[in-house]
């Protein structure tokens, strides 16, 4: 892995998102190249500053029962915006396909 690809992958990586394969060669180039290590620290210090000091806030049960009952209020049923499968293998059967 090269300082391009490790630097694509730095943010996934410093959060754990990265997995197997991938992860260990992030983990290699980390531990030979001091740029790309000191970049991923600063993302993992930068992410752990702000989980201290941004504060989090919480919507009361009141509120997320509103918010919930907005939001499916007028969303239209799924059937009604996406055709079911079986309608489209019906029409594509039907079509001669």
């Known amino acids: ?3 391009n690809e490790a ?6 990586y410093a959060d754990g998102e990265v997995e197997g394969a991938r992860a260990d060669a992030v983990k290699e180039h980390l531990s030979t190249c001091a740029d790309c290590a000191a970049a991923c ?14 504060p989090v806030y919480r919507a009361s049960p009141a509120l997320r029962a509103r918010v919930l009952a907005a939001a499916t209020a007028g969303a239209p049923a799924a059937s009604s915006r ?9 029409s594509a059967a039907g079509s001669g396909s």
């Open 7 to 12: 630097s694509a992958l730095a943010v996934a």
């Open 1 to 3: 892995m090269n300082c």
């Open 41 to 54: 620290e600063a993302v993992r210090t930068l992410r752990s500053r702000l989980r201290a000091e941004i």
């Open 82 to 90: 996406v055709p079911s499968l079986v309608a489209i293998r019906g």
